[in-house]
C-alpha cells in the first residue's frame, strides 16, 4: 500500500530529477519564486521575468475582505 503511494514521485524522480530536486528543495526552503533573489536569479537563466504575484489578483489586494452580514 505504501509503495503505491510512492510511485508517483519516484516516476517523475526518474523522469526529471534535476527538476524535481529543484522544486522540492524549493518548497522545502519555502521559496516564493516571485521574490527578488530567486527571480532576478531566474530571469537571469530563462531571459524571462512573467512569474505569477502571490500578493495581487488582476490588480487587487487578495488580503482579508470585509463583508457585511445582515
Known sequence: MFIDELS????????HPISFLGGFAS???RLNLA???VKS???QQT???NFPSSNTENG???GPQQI???
Open 35 to 37: 521574490d527578488d533573489p
Open 60 to 62: 487587487k489586494a487578495s
Open 68 to 70: 457585511n452580514i445582515d
Open 41 to 43: 536569479w531566474l530571469s
Open 8 to 15: 508517483p514521485i519516484v516516476k517523475e524522480l526518474a523522469q
Open 47 to 49: 531571459g524571462s521575468t
Open 27 to 29: 518548497g522545502v526552503l
